[in-house]
């Protein structure tokens, strides 16, 4: 059973960073995509950036290129999502997502396995 665990959510102020982590167990992720996405009160689940497992090609969101990097660690079955430069209009629930063969990366309902969520809100 595939579990997806985030973590490193919370206030911070304009311009400032957080680091998520999602924890990934219950699969060998080898052939995974893993995804993060968000989701801001009334508004539709957004892609926010991918990484293959295998071979790690990223995928990034024109609104967060260039200020927020993806990752993974093999060692920990961890996916970290680095976010420098935070705006307020990056304020929302951030989610962990994976799936195998995913194309596009950028589309949620093609995700099967999906975390509870991580709050981030920037503060102006």
């Known amino acids: 059973q595939v579990q997806l665990i985030e973590s490193g959510g919370g206030l911070v102020q304009a311009g400032g960073s957080l680091r998520l982590s999602c924890a990934a167990s219950?699969?060998?992720?080898?052939?995974?995509?893993m995804g993060w996405f968000r989701q801001a009160p009334g508004k539709e689940r957004e892609f926010v950036a991918a990484?293959?497992?295998?071979?790690?090609?990223?995928y990034y969101a024109d609104s967060v290129k260039g200020r927020f990097t993806i990752s993974r660690d093999n060692a920990n079955n961890t996916v970290p999502l680095q976010m420098n430069s935070l705006k307020p209009e990056d304020t929302a629930v951030y989610y962990c997502?994976?799936?195998?063969?995913?194309?596009?990366?950028?589309?949620?309902?093609?995700?099967?396995?999906w975390g509870q969520g991580t709050q981030v809100t920037v503060s102006s």
């Open positions: 219950g699969r060998t992720f080898s052939s995974y995509v």
């Open positions: 997502a994976a799936g195998r063969s995913i194309l596009p990366v950028t589309t949620p309902k093609l995700y099967p396995y």
């Open positions: 990484i293959r497992w295998s071979g790690g090609s990223t």
